[in-house]
């Protein structure tokens, strides 16, 4: 499979930016300095603010690293930067990270039912293409139901996707209920043997209200058919929007419950810090990583591996 594994250079590779903005400005503070002054953690303060981890979790990294130094009697620059790569490796541990194709592979019965989330112009639209290639080169069988139908272009848009990943999609007019496709797709789904079924939903967040309801509905009628539906409800956010996808985030968990969170966009921003601020403080994992605009562009996110891209 040609996402089994990922080697460091092609994740380095991916977050270019990222890498540049943070870690060079980390290799420089500490290549710069010989010995520890009392203003090393506000140095490594404005690195991490710089890197849209937000201020909270920030503040937590630093209490905790402060604590640490002064515990350990740390008197070397090289234990410093030891423990401030831990601190950030620790807000991933407690974040249980089930895979989605164990999730699909566990599922008793057919199919998995994933809701996409998130608003317009993130990339939904191009990510549930991905995922859906992505899934069908791991064996599953796929279909897409494009219950976005407040915009015709979005329609037309998942049909180019689901064409390009050679998924069926289940589509009705613009304006339709999308609730109603929801309902055909899961049907028809569950009819043909699929394995998954990936749902699209419109991303107007500042009409809320409405949002919730159509969401609400979606997933009632669903119901009918699976009860346990959807299984899955993904948040697409944009790693370019930096702070602004922490509000994203507040604004869809409170009113729907997010299963996991797909970044895009990771490989064009130097925003990338913005994932250890997101999942240390809503402890939703991130599933994968939009890394580019080919299909293929879809890499498994291992928390691990990311932050020791941003030291080595």
């Not at 890197?51 to 630093?62: A, E, H, N, R, V």
């Amino acid at each position: 499979m040609f996402l089994k594994k990922e080697t460091n250079k092609t994740f380095n590779h991916e977050l270019k930016k990222t890498r540049k903005s943070f870690f060079s400005k980390i290799k420089d503070l500490f290549l710069k300095k010989s010995k520890i002054d009392i203003n090393i953690l506000d140095k490594i303060e404005d690195i991490l603010l710089s890197s849209d981890i937000g201020t909270q979790t920030t503040i937590k990294i630093l209490n905790s690293l402060e604590k640490k130094i002064k515990k350990e009697k740390y008197s070397s620059l090289h234990d410093i930067h030891h423990a401030l790569k831990e601190e950030i490796k620790n807000l991933f541990i407690d974040i249980e990270n089930v895979c989605l194709e164990n999730k699909i592979q566990k599922n008793n019965e057919k199919p998995y039912v994933i809701l996409i989330v998130g608003v317009n112009g993130v990339g939904k639209t191009t990510t549930i293409g991905k995922l859906a290639f992505f899934l069908k080169k791991k064996g599953f069988h796929v279909l897409i139901g494009a219950a976005d139908t407040f915009r015709a272009a979005a329609i037309d848009q998942l049909e180019i996707w689901a064409n390009r990943a050679e998924v069926p999609i289940i589509k009705q007019q613009m304006n339709a209920d999308p609730a109603s496709v929801a309902y055909d797709t899961l049907q028809s789904a569950k009819s043909k043997k699929k394995d998954v079924v990936i749902i699209d939903t419109a991303g107007r967040l500042q009409n809320r209200i409405n949002l919730m309801e159509e969401l609400s509905k979606i997933s009632r009628v669903m119901k009918k058919i699976m009860t346990e539906s959807p299984h899955e409800i993904i948040l697409i956010l944009d790693a370019t929007t930096g702070q602004n996808a922490f509000e994203q985030v507040r604004q869809f968990t409170s009113f729907v419950k997010i299963s996991s969170i797909i970044l895009t966009k990771i490989e064009g921003t130097a925003k990338g810090g913005v994932v250890i601020g997101i999942m240390d403080q809503f402890k939703i994992p991130i599933q994968y990583l939009g890394t580019g605009e080919k299909i293929q562009d879809l890499k498994i996110f291992d928390g691990i591996k990311f932050i020791d891209s941003f030291f080595e």
